[in-house]
């Protein structure tokens, strides 16, 4: 007697996967922002205060 080969995965086996996918990606994610926080990026040290009121009157 020949055993039937399925083609189709379970719906357990997809789901698993599809979880452990999303979990890789979030792990992925979360180290992203984990690095990003530790660089630090220039600011600026003055405050520009712009006068526009002088543009909004042309206007």
Do not use: C, H, W
């Amino acid at each position: 007697m020949q055993l039937k080969y399925n083609r189709q995965p379970s719906l357990g086996s997809t789901l698993i996967r599809t979880l452990i996918k999303l979990f890789l990606v979030i792990i992925v994610f979360v180290f992203a922002i984990f690095l990003i926080e530790k660089i630090s990026f220039p600011s600026p040290q003055k405050k520009f205060d712009i006068d526009i009121t002088n543009e909004i009157k042309k206007l």
